[in-house]
């Protein structure tokens, strides 16, 4: 049973920075891209960042500058770190992973979700 385990969120005023972690455990054979993606009420979940096994980086447009993903692949974490926050960030963010977890196929596993609250 593959888990992913999010830590890092909280509230934070205007300008200020913090730090996501995500871990996935449990029955692993791989794990292909890993990403967070974020959530605000009322709107749709969107992608904010995505890392491949490489190390290939993408962004959204609007994070470009501020955030930075990296990826610790013999600990099998991904971090986010977000810096310049700013009220539009406030958002639920979700940790993602393509994950092999059997001899053959890989599939999307997500976090719980961490909440990020951005203060003006």
């Known amino acids: 049973q593959v888990q992913l385990v999010e830590s890092g969120g909280g509230l934070v005023q205007t300008g200020g920075s913090l730090r996501l972690s995500c871990a996935a455990t449990g029955t692993i054979f791989g794990i292909n891209t890993m990403g967070w993606y974020r959530q605000a009420p009322g709107e749709q979940r969107e992608l904010v960042a995505g890392i491949t096994s490489r190390g290939t980086t993408n962004y959204a447009d609007s994070v470009k500058g501020r955030f930075t993903i990296s990826r610790d692949n013999a600990k099998n974490t991904v971090h986010l770190q977000m810096n310049s926050l700013k009220p539009e960030d406030t958002a639920v963010y979700y940790c993602?992973?393509?994950?092999?977890?059997?001899?053959?196929?890989?599939?999307?596993?997500w976090g719980q979700g961490t909440q990020v609250t951005v203060s003006s």
């Open positions: 993602s992973g393509l994950i092999r977890s059997t001899a053959s196929t890989y599939q999307t596993y």
